[in-house]
């Protein structure tokens, strides 16, 4: 089926990097990260240094203190502590921790030491950080802000985190008493509950072996290439582990759209009916990963769809669990992984690089994070001018919006996996009915896909009108209607037509669209 949008060069179907696009946000990693320049690190101590005892030290306050993992999860902001914080922090993820300072009247350059405790119960840790501060600190320079690594075992429920700045001949204060070169203030440690993910991430990537050419092209599937794709996801989602397996290569025989792309809404429907044939918990993603041609340059020479999913408006529903995506050993590969698998969670667009349908609450103009955010894997911050993951535009991370919506969608999805199954739960309970897939655009184009046998819906997002051959209505019905990201297309659940039915009519979003029934159910 011809897809009835026309795809801009910088409006794709999660598409290469947009003319305009701000590489800055990424490019000075270097200097971005935990590691400081020797200029701004104190190696040794002066003979009249060593004498002194170390003491909180004079004249500098600390103003703010933020834990990262992934986002920014303020603490302390402009001297005042943070409540009520809607960002999680993950239990049994290693986090970094910035303590940003001010000098005061009367104060000196000199150097100062941090020291960050991390508690659990009985158990503690101390993190120390030196620097030569001369400056009020700011996150793009690097010299100016403490930072401690914080090992994934320190973060935990009951986790509680002090700091204090310090150096030799500083001042000895009385616990209770406040003073800006500690946090708390008062010499207390602050409560940061780590929470449990409730499981995290399962992911099942079939490798869809390419027989439209005769080829038998398998995409890549290198231990190199997977741990590409689940380090991507890892470091952006808010879980503890991401757990990726790879299913036995499926045959897809559907050839390139006329558009040149490859149809993705028929390779996701047939991964919807292997993923209920499989029978696998109902909190695992399938992810369906394809070669069309040798090289990415062979299939895209122009605008092309990268990939597809369900945009998943239901947690409790695990047939919306499904997406594809090229599979070529690249980067890209790794990113259209982490956007399709967003919009498995629920996730719209990010309104950047003409994406479509655009999350309308989305809070940060043009598409960008936001904030500053934090890279595990190359140990870096990523600037505020970044673009969220779920637009279009380069360079791409996170922002503090989407990570709190999907941390929502992640304890829906893991709460209910011992509870929701198409096998084991309420759903069960209704008679199985074999249903047909009745895929359509915006361009009224359809087609029938694949068939599932699953419980029939007790409601849904759609209305179904069954008509005879003289279009006398003989039944009304719900049904599920599963729209796709990154495209205009809408996959509807369609249940067993009542007697003397010829055709159907699907009322979705304002439209009516009558098709006829197949020959063979």
Known sequence: MQPSRHLAPCALSLLLGCAGDDPSALADAATDQGATDASDVVTASTAADVAQTPGLVRALTITDVSLFQAVKVPLLAAGSMVTGRSIPVIAGRSAVVRVYVRPEA???????????????????????????????????????????????????????????????????????????????????????????????????????????????????????QIERMRSALRAMYPVREVRITVHEPVAFSRGLLPSGSADFGAMISSLRFLRTRDEVPSSHYYYGMVAPTEYFDEYCQGPCTLGQGYLSAFPDDPRGRVAAGLGFDDDRAAETFVHEIGHNHGRAHAPCGAAAGPDPEFPYRGGTIGGWGYDERRRGLVRPNAFDFMGYCQPRWISDYNYTALWERILAVNGSNASIDLRGSSLAARPTLRHRVLRFDHGA?????????????????????????????????????????????????????????????????????????????
């Open 106 to 224: 009367g104060y000196q350059s000199r150097g100062v030491e941090g020291e960050l405790t991390v508690r659990r119960g009985d158990q503690g840790t101390i993190l120390r950080d030196r620097r030569l501060i001369s400056r009020a600190s700011r996150d793009d320079d690097t010299g100016s802000v403490f930072q401690f690594e914080v090992p994934a075992e320190a973060l935990g429920p009951d986790t509680r985190l002090s700091v204090r700045l310090l150096a030799p001949g500083g001042a000895e204060v009385e616990p209770g008493t406040s003073d800006g070169a500690r946090f708390p203030s008062d010499g207390a440690s602050l409560p940061v509950p780590a929470q449990d993910d409730g499981g995290g991430i399962d992911v099942v990537l079939v490798p869809m072996r390419w027989d439209a050419d005769k080829s038998g092209r398998l995409p890549d599937t290198s231990p190199e």
């Open 445 to 521: 184009e359809s087609e029938w896909l694949d068939a599932l046998d699953i419980p029939a819906a007790a409601g849904g997002n759609a209305t179904l009108r069954w008509l005879d051959a003289s279009g006398l209505l003989l039944r009304r019905s719900a049904a599920q209607a599963d729209p796709l990201g990154d495209s205009d297309e809408v996959h509807v659940l369609v249940p067993p037509s009542p007697s003397g039915a010829s055709s159907v009519e699907v009322v979705y979003e304002g439209r009516t669209r009558r098709v006829a029934l197949p020959a063979r159910w």
